[in-house]
Nanobody
Framework: QVRLVESGGDLVQAGGSLRLSCVAS????????MAWWRQAPGKQREWIST????????NYLDSVKGRFTISRDDAKNTVYLQMDSLKPDDTGVYYC????????WGQGTQVTVSS
């Protein structure tokens, strides 16, 4: 089973930036479309962004479009999420997985945006 380890979360002020990383334990990573999700306090986990194999395409939730950028480095089995112009509504635990959520979820990384 592939393990996922997310990192990079922190407490930041509104308007700030963070870069999240997610490392997969197996190089099957390169054969998968990857995605980021987040779970806000008291809410369901929601999809944020998807990146295709080799980074060929990227899609975003409307509320993060223009502020977040997803990327990947297949040599490092890593997917990134650059988050700029952060808002308090971006607060939550961020997770990565295949677009179909086929791997075991990692522990996530906490992002807290203060107003």
């Amino acid at each position: 089973q592939v393990r996922l380890v997310e990192s990079g979360g922190d407490l930041v002020q509104a308007g700030g930036s963070l870069r999240l990383s997610c490392v997969a334990s197996h190089n099957v990573f390169r054969y998968n479309v990857m995605a980021w999700w987040r779970q806000a306090p008291g809410k369901q986990r929601e999809w944020i962004s998807t990146i295709g194999k080799g980074g060929a395409m990227a899609n975003y939730l409307d509320s993060v479009k223009g502020r977040f950028t997803i990327s990947r480095d297949d040599a490092k089995n890593t997917v990134y999420l650059q988050m700029d112009s952060l808002k308090p509504d971006d607060t939550g635990v961020y997770y990565c997985n295949t677009v179909g959520s086929t791997w075991t979820w990692g522990q996530g990384t906490q992002v807290t945006v203060s107003s």
